[in-house]
């Protein structure tokens, strides 16, 4: 069986803590970096193989980047499961705690039933250099062409709505964002929580379509990506753990070392990757990260064709 070594495990996990969190689908990537690399890479990190220690790996390296997000979000997440116990316990919903917190559940709830139900075919049969390469391309064309299209969709707000989303005296720039997430009917929590799904596609990145679907919905761009960033945290974290007992087969512990120290750096860069992006999204929008993914499938469709 091909193996993992320390120095393929932490360069993997820096690239799964980035692009998780960075719009560039970190799926995608896992498959077609060692493709381009080639050698003992495009061997030792085969996720289609049978019994994969690379998927194991990554399966890891989910857990230590959802952690990362747990981290970053601490307050926040405090904040809303402690409104999701006193909303069940009151059974009211009131508070902009209360509504954000159902909204997350709500939007977690059709991800989760699908990953179920398809991860595991999707993986088999896309999991594969040229497949990774076209969705990243399409990741690519549908974030610039969404970003063009909707990121302007606010500016026809009356002055009365935006001053209703406008920070309030001795309000946190968080509980702003949180008050204005909470404005979104279920319907839409429903359709932008469900986009995720479309990331079990290698290539398809969770947190652009998760903000695309967002700025269709009318969010700011800040606010997609918080809500994005929000709604990965629980889907990550399950997926991680759900998967976790398939590093305690016999075949995965020659690889338990490289995978915890490329799970660490993981974190590490997850977290970093975040508190970037957070700061990011105030000012600027989806486009670069677009055209990357259109220039980054392209060079690899032309790369694989001439390299078959």
Request: hydrophobic fraction near 50%.
């Amino acid at each position: 069986m091909s193996g993992l070594n320390y120095f393929e495990a932490c360069t993997i996990g820096l690239l799964q803590g980035v692009t998780e969190l960075f719009p560039i689908s970190s799926l995608g990537h896992s498959i077609l970096v060692p493709a381009l690399i080639g050698g003992s890479w495009k061997t030792d990190l085969d996720m289609t193989a049978k019994d994969s220690p690379y998927l194991a790996f990554l399966v890891l390296a989910h857990v230590a980047t959802a952690l990362a997000l747990v981290v970053f979000f601490w307050r926040d997440w405090v904040r809303i499961i402690g409104a999701l116990f006193t909303s069940v316990r009151d059974r009211r919903v009131e508070t902009t705690d209360q509504q954000l917190a159902w909204l997350l559940i709500i939007g977690t709830i059709p991800v989760g039933l699908i990953g179920l139900a398809l991860d595991h075919p999707l993986r088999s049969h896309l999991g594969k250099p040229t497949p990774a390469a076209v969705f990243l391309l399409i990741n690519g064309f549908v974030i610039f062409i969404a970003n063009y299209m909707l990121k302007n969709a606010g500016k026809g707000r009356h002055a009365a709505d935006e001053a209703a989303l406008a920070p309030q005296r001795g309000e946190t720039p968080e509980l702003a964002a949180d008050r204005r997430l909470a404005r979104l009917g279920w319907k839409s929590a429903v359709g932008i929580g469900g986009a995720q799904a479309f990331a079990l596609l290698p290539g398809i990145s969770r947190s652009g379509i998760t903000m695309v679907a967002g700025l269709a919905r009318g969010l700011k761009t800040e606010d997609a990506a918080r809500f994005a960033f929000l709604l990965a945290t629980p889907v990550i974290l399950a997926a991680g753990l759900f998967k976790t007992p398939e590093l305690a087969k016999p075949a995965n512990h020659s690889i338990l070392g490289p995978a915890i120290a490329g799970s660490v750096l993981a974190g590490v860069a997850a977290y970093i990757s975040v508190r970037f992006l957070t700061k990011y999204f105030e000012n600027r929008d989806l486009k670069p990260f677009g055209i990357y993914c259109i220039v980054a499938g392209a060079f690899c469709l032309v790369w694989f064709a001439v390299h078959k």
